[in-house]
């Protein structure tokens, strides 16, 4: 049985996500076909230390957007300098050792990861145990990324959208190195849910006759979360809230003691789940990050967003996407928040922007989206990696010839000089 191996890094929860989907496609269209496992790759491999390095800048990030978004800029402006191979060498050299030991005891057919440097740790161990399994790179932020998502190495590199392979060409990705394919979410959030609506508020113990916002923060939970829902429910609207606190403790506890206190305004504090699909299902709007994950299952739901925050640049793009096609907002601050809450309860606004939502292409496209990729990956298996000769010796062919042919020429122009002034003398 040939063996698909899907490495992510569980920063946040896009990178897995995008793993599990794409599992589980190729597990529902070629039951018992093939070994396929997803892992949270430095972790598995042993690489602890490099592994908390990893999340622990991940959850700096979002929690510093600003300072997140210049650094990304930088990044792009260094290029070469700051492509994920480079960085994967200076900074996790013990996630290299470990994740080719891990890869040389696995022995995978082919590798899809969502996740830079997971990719290039599974491009070193092919070269250095001269493997031929293929690398496919799925690119995580869907319309504007970072330049580490560079790699001319890898066979392939998915990307969601035009504009993120635009980008991705811009930023020197070979043109022929990647595909476009839209963008994987778990298959549950297209199945069909068993509970009503209803059943699923009353569960949790709110009123199935008030509107109702779902409020997250990705998989940290990290972010704005808090200051917007003691707004809500110190103002006392007339709604329900769903406050998913996911792996942030404190703010479980925050919001905990919140929802002690009286109010109009119905609340379920919860922590990490794995239900966000009956969640969304019993919702009417959300208040989330542009996480592209976070953001696409919402769509799907036909549940309008309210964009609070964006961890740094690759995550503008999201943004931009739903503020374009009017399927989502967003707002930076405590008055533009009410305000837009107020014409949401008072206006046809809502009912507008779901309309929208279910007459988007790119939200059309989703449905189909991990079963395209799962028929990519199990297709790549079916024929040979492409050997490609280095450029390196031609380079330094031409570096040699075009020294050969300057000193010929120099010789040339000095014979011609000394022939001159030997007839005038």
């Known amino acids: 049985m040939k063996k698909i191996l899907i490495p992510m890094i569980e920063v ?10 794409v599992k589980d496609a190729i597990d529902q269209l070629y039951p018992g076909q093939y070994q396929v496992d997803v892992i949270d790759f430095a972790r598995e491999a042993g690489a602890i230390r490099d592994d908390k390095a990893m999340k622990d800048l991940w959850d700096f990030a979002l929690a510093h957007p600003k300072l997140t978004t210049n ?5 792009d402006k260094l290029n070469h300098l700051t492509r994920s191979n480079l960085v994967t060498k200076v900074l996790f050299q013990n996630f290299i050792r ?7 005891a696995y022995k995978p057919d082919i590798v899809f990861s969502t996740h830079f440097f997971c990719t290039s740790v599974a491009l070193f161990a092919r070269e250095k145990y001269h493997f031929q ?5 799925y690119m995580a932020d869907p319309f504007t ?4 998502w560079v790699n001319p190495n890898v066979d392939t590199i998915v990307a969601a959208t035009q504009e993120a392979e635009q980008y991705l060409i811009s930023q020197g990705q070979p043109r022929d190195r990647i595909k476009v394919m839209s963008f994987p979410l778990n298959l549950k959030f297209f199945a069909k849910v068993n509970k009503s609506r209803e059943e699923i508020l009353d569960g949790l113990g709110l009123d199935p006759a008030k509107k109702t916002v779902l ?10 979360t808090e200051k917007y829902v003691r707004l809500l429910y110190e103002k006392g609207y007339p709604l329900n809230i769903i406050a998913v606190c996911a792996k942030n403790e404190a703010l479980f506890k925050e919001l905990s003691k ?22 969304l299902e019993a919702s009417d709007f959300g208040i989330t990050k542009a996480g592209p994950s976070t953001i696409f299952e919402h769509l799907v739901k036909k549940v309008p967003p309210i964009i609070t925050h964006n961890a740094g640049l690759q995550e503008k793009g999201n943004l931009e996407f739903c503020i374009r096609n009017r399927v989502g907002w967003y707002v930076t601050g405590e008055e533009e928040f009410l305000e837009l809450v107020d014409r949401i309860m008072n206006t046809p606004v809502l009912e507008e922007y779901q309309a929208n939502i279910q007459r988007n292409a790119f939200v059309q496209s989703l449905p189909r989206a991990p079963f395209e990729l799962a028929r990519f990956v199990v297709s790549e298996l079916a024929t040979r990696r492409k050997m490609r000769r280095s450029r390196k010796p031609v380079t330094l062919r031409k570096l040699v010839l075009g020294t050969r042919i300057g000193i ?18």
């Open 98 to 104: 470990k994740g080719a030991q891990y890869i040389l």
């Open 71 to 75: 650094v990304n800029l930088l990044i």
């Open 133 to 137: 399994y293929k690398v496919i790179s």
């Open 215 to 224: 409020v997250s923060a990705g998989g940290q939970g990290i972010g704005d």
């Open 408 to 425: 010929r020429h120099r010789m040339l122009k000095y014979r011609k000089t000394r022939f001159r002034v030997n007839n005038q003398t």
């Open 258 to 279: 919140l929802a002690c206190k009286g109010s109009p305004t119905g609340i379920a504090v919860l922590g990490f789940v794995d239900n966000m699909h009956e969640l």
């Open 12 to 21: 946040g929860g896009g990178h897995k996500m995008i793993a599990l989907a």
């Open 145 to 148: 990324g970072h330049n580490m």
